[in-house]
Structures are given as structure tokens and as C-alpha cells.
């Protein structure tokens, strides 16, 4: 990588100058340098001839796998699909059968999904389409082996590159590390353009500050008009960040004073960093070797294989500028630490992830394992410290993970994957108060992270929409640990909605109201699968009857249960329980005996319990 060193330096060409928004790279430069290094993986002086010739035996892959943009048109077959949430680009589905079955098109929503054509899982019939039909298997050759390897070794480097650099603290310094000064103590500078300015003020975008907030700014900080602050706000928002000044330390510094302030809502303070300006050519051109990267793992099978490889490679840790020998990948380390990167270098990681990993079963199923195994710490990051939207985190490929069937029988059986979900969820909404020492419904109208908590229940509704089986006795203990926690929090939530009749002070009740409300819409959709799932399935239809009765029979309250008398109604003899609701609390959702109605609502389970312990309740 010494090569790339040396080019990098004088490389940025960032104008200081309003009219101009962005940073710019000397292009000519950029396009030496990947076409020197695809020269060098090739051993070739003609690279584009060497593509040709890998294309021509290039058997192509059976996995679409196209990330669909805002907007983009989506075909789902509604007899053939597994769910809903398995589609196709239109190029796929107007060359499948899914023509001719009934199918429903619906808008991409820019979440970073992909086109499942080539899934199995994803189908129950023609999972393929005509473009992406299998192919003859062909034996790989001992100089396309010595090549993959090449390439793995490159990208290895690039990726190492990328870590340090993009994902790492590195970028705060004042001027280069030492581990970066030494990749350039041998190469001879003295060619190199010089440059006029030693740093450059850069402004990071987040989702926590509006358009006018950020304009505003601009044009208090460096006299922008109306319509270059809003320029300048439109290229953060596209890109992740931007220059507003070059040139010394000092001069850097005096504009960041201005800008530094907090709104009225007071907001958390803008992001900027003063960054060497070699640091700062190294971070774009990285930047731009990923693009390149993901290109080229576009041109053949081999370098997507390739691709693969080096993502799961390990042996290097960033620890501020040092790198320490370790079992990590890198792959671990840009799932745990994209909350330190900026919006373009998430999206073209997310893109590399989608595009590369999961296309075929086995890096899919590697590609989860370390997402489960990290999962409580990438979802910490997501709704504590990141400022961006979901679709920018790498909390975004659960949907790809967890609707795959198979990969999520395994994570059950070899990761605790539903037990350790339902865990998180139950602690995240009843979490212990410190004062009582008992669990108390989490207040949830944050904006957040409390509507980033969401994601715990989406992700359970993930998981059961292809439940395992249950007869698989290896699973069931997994099954059972899983849905005890979803009824401890159904439990806990049992009657919390209980509101007395209080004419005087109704307004003061209605927070309550909110809370609970926003807490039902948040796991409607996991209560609503769990219930489908134990009437399919006797095993958790039993699991949770006598999970619930165990509970009821703990209870030790007097009243329960209620006394009730008989009555004459229009000659027809009624059974009533009086509740008088000036003294007594009224319930809407009791969620906890819902669950237990529509499980013994089955004759075949109901006839296999006594009356006398169904009656009371």
C-alpha cells in the first residue's frame, strides 16, 4: 500500500470558497491509482483486456441480490412468496413465472432492501428467474486460485486501511499517526505537489439538526447567502459531510468558535473536526477505494469471492492510530463501530455488505453470527449514540438475517438468538427502578431512543414469520426460553392501563394514556405473530397456558377471584361480576388473558386441562 501513500499527498483539491461545495480529489490521480493496482492484482499492463478475458469465464451468480433505492417498484407474488417481505426487482420478475401467479407491486421505501430472486428460502416456487437460471459448475483453475488470493491480500489491506482511518479516532489528530508516517518514511515526497493549507474544518451531517438550524449556521459562521447555505446544507445531507474552511490550525479554530453553539431545543452541539490535510486526503481516497472495490467484486465471481474472504479476515484492531494483533474481523469491527463514520462510507459498507456477504448461505449464515454475537452492542450504538437513520446503521441487515428460515433455526439452537431478543425487549420496556426496586413500564414519547426501541419487537416479528418447528426437540428449550419472556412482559404489562373514574382531573391522566398506547403499537405486531404461532403450534399453545395458569395460581389477592351472583335478564339466567368504577380501576387491554383465551380457545387443548383451573379465570 505504499503506493497509495505517496499518491494521496496534494491530492485533495478543496476551494475555499462558497461557491464550490464538497470535497474534490484530483481525478486523474484517483484513476491512476485503481488502475494501478488493478494492473498489479491482474500481472497484466492492459487491465481492461484482463476483465474481458475473467468475464468471458465468469459463471455469474444465481443471487440478484439488487439493493433497491427510494421509490424503486417492488413485485411480491402472493402465491409463491414465503412472506411478504420476499420481492423482486422488475427485471427479475418480468423474466420469472411470477407473471402468471397473482403478485402485488409496492414502492421501496429506501430501508436497504434487496431483490430475493435466487433465495430458496425466499420462495416456495421458481425462485429464480430466467436471468439468473443455474449454470454448469465449472472446476476452478490453480492460476484463478493464486489470483483470488492476490485479490484477498489487497482488499485486505484496503479494508485495513478503511478501519483505521474511517472507523477509527485517528481522524482527530493534528497531523499524521505514526503508524501512517511510517508507510511514507521511504517514499520520496520531494515530487509530490506541495500543499498551500495544513487542516480543513469539516462539517458532518446528522438527523438531530434541521435545514435551518444547519443554515443558519452558515450564515452566521462564514457569510454564506440564503441559497449557498442551502446548497451546502443539501451536499451534507446527500454526502455526510463537507469543507467549509482550509487553510492553518488558527484559522480553522476561529470559524469553529463561531459555529459552535446550541439551539433552542438545545440540541446536541454540531459535529466538526479540524483534520490534517493528509489525513484528510488518505480518508477520501479509502473512500474511493471502496467504491472501487464494490465495482470490481461486480466484474466475476472471483473477485466477490475474494471480497468475501478479506471481510472475514482478521489480525488487526485500531487502537488510535496503533494496530494490535487479534481474532477480530473486520468485518466485526465495521459492524461495532460505523457510529464513528460519516453517512457516504456507511452507505457504500452497506452496499459492499449486501452485494458481497450475503449472496450465497454460508457467508449469510457467518454474516449472522456475528451480528447476533454483537447484537446488544450494535443496537446500544444505534439508540444511544448514532445521529443517523436506521437505514445508514448496520442495525439495517436484520431483516436480511432474520427472515432467512434456516439461519434463524441456528442462531435459536447455537446462539440463544429469541431468547437473548426477548430478554433485551422485556429489560428495555420494564426496566428496574432504582428507588422501588420493582420493573416499571419504560417512559416511551421519547423521540429518543424510545422510538428506536422499535426495532426489538420488528426484529421478534422477523423470526416468526417462519417460526421452527417445535417438534425438534433440540429446540425446544430455545422455543420455550424465547416466548417466557415475551409473557413476562405481556404479564407485566397485564392492567396497567387501569384508569378510576375521575371527572375533575381528566386531563392530567392522559400521558398515561399516551405511554401505554405507544407501547401497544410497538408490539402489536410481535403479540399478533406470537398468537398465530401457538395456534399452528400445540407445543407453544401448551407452553403458554401453563405458564399463565402457574401465574394466576401465585396470585394471593383476596378478591381474586372476583365474587359474582347470578341474575334474571329477559327470563334468561346471567352470571355477573359487579365492578363498581368509581372505586375500581377499569382495563381495556389485558394482554396477559388474551393470550390464554386464544390458546385454549382449541377443543384439543382445552379438553387436556381440568375446568375447575380454566373457570376462575
Known sequence: MQYVYSQCFGIVKTPDSLKSVGIYLDEERVKKITYKLTAMILETCDPVSGLN????????????????????????????????????????????????????????????????????????????????????????????KILR?????????????????????????????????????????????????????????????????????????????????????????????????TGSRADCEEVLKIIRFEGKDKLPK?????????????????????????????????????????????????????LEDTTTSFLTHIMISDIHTWKAVRSIMMKNLLETMLKDPENKMKVAEIFTEHYQQIYDNFFYKDDHDQQFSSSSISVQIFTTPTVVKELMHSHGLFEKIGKMTYDWYFPINDKTGMRELKILTDRKPGNRAQCYPIDITYILHNPPNSDDENLRTVVKD??????????????????????????????????????????????????QWAHRDEFVADYCISTILERYLQKSDDEFPPKSYDRNVLNEKFNFIPIDVQTKKVHIYNMYSRIFTHCISSPEISSRYNSHQIAYR
Open 270 to 322: 454540531i459535529k466538526l473536526l479540524i483534520i490534517d490535510s493528509n489525513i484528510l486526503a488518505l480518508q477520501e481516497v479509502t473512500y474511493r477505494l471502496l467504491s472501487w472495490m464494490n465495482w470490481l467484486a461486480g466484474q466475476g465471481e472471483i473477485f466477490r469471492s475474494a471480497f468475501c474472504d478479506a471481510y472475514l479476515s482478521s489480525g488487526f484492531c485500531p487502537r488510535r492510530g496503533i
Open 53 to 144: 478475458k475473467l468475464s468471458l469465464r465468469d459463471q455469474g451468480s444465481t443471487v440478484c441480490g439488487r439493493i433497491f433505492t427510494r421509490g424503486e417498484y417492488l413485485y411480491s407474488c402472493k402465491d409463491c412468496g414465503v412472506d411478504p417481505t420476499c420481492v423482486m426487482c422488475p427485471a427479475c420478475f418480468n423474466a420469472s413465472e411470477h407473471v402468471n401467479c397473482r403478485y402485488r407491486v409496492s414502492r421501496s421505501g429506501g430501508g436497504g432492501g434487496t431483490c430475493d430472486c435466487g433465495d430458496v428460502e425466499a420462495w416456495k416456487n421458481h425462485p429464480t428467474c430466467r436471468n439468473h437460471s443455474k449454470k454448469e459448475q465449472v472446476e476452478t483453475s490453480e492460476s484463478d
Open 149 to 245: 488470493i492476490r485479490i484477498k491480500r489487497l482488499f485486505s489491506q484496503i479494508l485495513r486501511l478503511a478501519v483505521e482511518l474511517l472507523y477509527d479516532d485517528v481522524c482527530t489528530t493534528a497531523c499524521l499517526s505514526e503508524k501512517l508516517m511510517k508507510n511514507v518514511e521511504n517514499t520520496d515526497l520531494s515530487a509530490l505537489e506541495d500543499t498551500s493549507s495544513d487542516c480543513a474544518l469539516i462539517l458532518y451531517n446528522d438527523e438531530v439538526h434541521s435545514y435551518d438550524q444547519v443554515e443558519r449556521m452558515l450564515k452566521e459562521s462564514v457569510n454564506a447567502t440564503t441559497e449557498q447555505a442551502h446548497i451546502y446544507a443539501t451536499h451534507i445531507d446527500k454526502k455526510g459531510r463537507t469543507s467549509l474552511k
Open 482 to 531: 424465547g416466548i417466557f419472556w415475551l409473557l413476562e412482559m405481556f404479564r407485566l404489562f397485564e392492567a396497567r392501563d387501569g384508569v378510576k373514574w375521575s371527572h375533575k382531573n381528566h386531563v392530567e391522566n392522559e400521558p398515561d394514556w399516551e405511554n401505554l398506547m405507544t407501547f401497544i403499537f410497538s408490539v402489536q405486531s410481535t403479540y399478533t405473530r406470537l398468537l
